[in-house]
């Protein structure tokens, strides 16, 4: 088996080191297994741009799913995942977290108006034309060795807007059905909210929550921590991370944080910094 990487050693959030993604491509000779192709534990989507397979989810020797050339299928970080090559077979995979840097958030953020639980689930879905130009230049830029972490967030960005152009927001809902639970909902939601806040209360708020409902739900998602306390953390850590690169403007950083005054940036930043 031959296995290439956009960036080998994953793209990876400079403010959140537990986010990575990475895009791999897999060439498999006829009849090989692979006793499971998701040890890590991650969401992959698998686009198939050569050959057929076997899937079995969960190692599970019953009910295979078999996807085939210019078809794609989606694999959950609950399952386990074992393939059969049927033919030579060429994978592009796009591989994430839970909290992926950008596809898979924007992907929740995109179907906030569906209700997941009236969404049927989809085993595989047609590689559209676009989608095809897409993944073959993706491959010629990992054959090419292209190394660069702006690339890989460009391509994450543009595999994004290429779902929502050939796609209907209930097909990817139904493809991304065992990945979008409210759990995961409520962690977006909060990941976009947080820099607009200054207090628990406000980010309660601005996430649709009362104070007692937000505080379960934040210590079950957030590792037990009060939303006070992770709030002080992650500001002070990535106000750090950018004084330190001074590539922005101090105003520039306390505006993005809506510190209303330098005054009260700077208190903050000798208290926690």
């Not at 993604?21 to 998701?38: A, C, D, T, V």
Request: hydrophobic share 40%; net charge positive.
């Amino acid at each position: 088996m031959e296995m290439l990487f956009l960036l080998k050693n994953l793209y990876r959030d400079p403010l959140a080191l537990s986010r990575f993604s990475q895009f791999r491509y897999l060439h498999i000779g006829k009849g090989e297994i692979i006793q499971n192709l998701n040890e890590n534990h991650e969401f992959q989507v698998c686009f198939v741009l050569k050959g057929s397979l076997c899937l079995f989810r969960d190692q599970m020797e019953s009910m295979p799913l078999i996807a085939v050339q210019n078809e794609f299928f989606f694999i959950s970080s609950l399952h386990k995942c074992k393939i059969k090559t049927m033919d030579d077979v060429q994978l592009v995979i796009h591989a994430c977290n839970i909290v992926a840097p950008y596809l898979h958030s924007r992907i929740i953020e995109y179907l906030q108006d569906i209700s997941i639980e009236e969404v049927k689930p989809v085993e595989v879905l047609p590689i559209y034309p676009l989608m095809r130009s897409f993944l073959d230049l993706l491959v010629d830029y990992m054959k090419q060795g292209m190394e660069i972490p702006e690339l890989h967030r460009a391509k994450e960005y543009e595999l994004f807007s290429l779902f929502k152009t050939c796609y209907s927001k209930h097909e990817i809902a139904s493809f991304f059905r065992d990945a979008l639970s409210n759990e995961l909902r409520f962690f977006v939601s909060v990941m976009t909210h947080y820099k607009s806040c200054r207090t628990a209360k406000d980010l309660a708020v601005l996430c649709g929550y009362n104070d007692t409902m937000f505080n379960l739900l934040f210590k079950k998602c957030f590792s037990g921590e009060t939303p006070y306390q992770w709030l002080q953390k992650r500001t002070s850590h990535e106000i750090k991370l950018k004084l330190i690169e001074n590539i922005l403007p101090v105003k520039q950083i306390m505006l993005e944080y809506h510190f209303k005054t330098f005054s009260h940036f700077t208190t903050f930043c000798k208290r926690n910094i």
